[in-house]
């Protein structure tokens, strides 16, 4: 009788144990990603699509990774995990580099958090998100660095486009559009018309192109 309540006492320990694992993973993951997603990516690119997206796939490859890890598959499953997501396609949308770089580190987290199992881990665990999101803030507005955007633009004077006065056509450019062009590139001439079609190219501090999915279907 004595051994069937300390086995009872066991299990009971056991799984207060577990649940109280499960707890601070969860926290932490959670914690971690909406610092991440909610604080940073959120204010700048004001997209809830993404939003939804990011938050999704991270707590449930999170839920998916920890309740499977006792299956012994942490490794393998994780690197088949990376193997899916990798050809993971969104035939509805185009999906911007900088948004496919933040899902990229919300499916990494899932996977660190859920199924990072060396003793002493919690500690290991906190510093590798806060290593992180320190990477994530730095590389993403703490660096300033130069981008070179691009817009396509009519323009109404050919005697310019002669390579002789290259000068004169940037700088009537610059004073008509605001924007410090440094470069451009002839798209096409229209001598009917007395238009041609180019790219000017200038740079600034942020990439201007649409961050955010147009929803156009790749099919059309």
């Known amino acids: 009788m ?10 009971i320990a056991g799984g207060t144990n577990t649940i109280i694992e ?25 997209n809830r699509d993404f939003l939804f997206t990011f938050f999704l796939f991270n707590i449930i490859n999170f ?10 598959l942490k490794m393998g499953f994780a690197f088949g995990l990376f193997a899916i ?5 969104y035939r509805t949308v185009t999906v911007p580099v900088r948004e496919m770089g933040y899902f990229f580190v919300s499916v990494t987290l899932g996977v660190i958090n859920a199924l990072t199992g060396i003793e002493g881990s919690y500690w ?7 290593i992180i999101l320190a990477v994530a803030w730095v590389i993403d507005f703490g660096v300033k660095i130069t981008h070179e955007n691009g817009k396509e633009i009519i323009y109404d004077r050919v005697d310019l486009l002669a390579p ?21 590139e002839i798209l096409k001439i229209d001598f009917f018309k007395d238009i041609v079609s180019m790219n000017v190219y200038y740079n600034s501090n942020r990439n201007e192109a649409p961050s955010a999915a147009l929803g156009n279907d790749d099919d059309d």
């Open 164 to 184: 002789e006065r290259l000068n004169e056509l940037i700088t009537d450019i610059q004073q008509r559009t605001g924007l410090p062009v440094h470069r451009i």
């Open 124 to 130: 290991l665990l906190a510093s590798a998100n806060i």
């Open 22 to 46: 499960f707890a601070l993973r969860f926290g932490l993951n959670f914690i971690v990603i909406f610092i991440l997603i909610r604080l940073l990516y959120y204010p700048i690119r004001k």
């Open 63 to 72: 839920l998916m990774c920890y309740l499977l890890s006792s299956a012994q």
């Open 85 to 89: 997501f990798s050809i993971l396609r």
């Open 2 to 11: 004595l051994e069937t309540n300390e086995t009872a006492a066991a299990v």
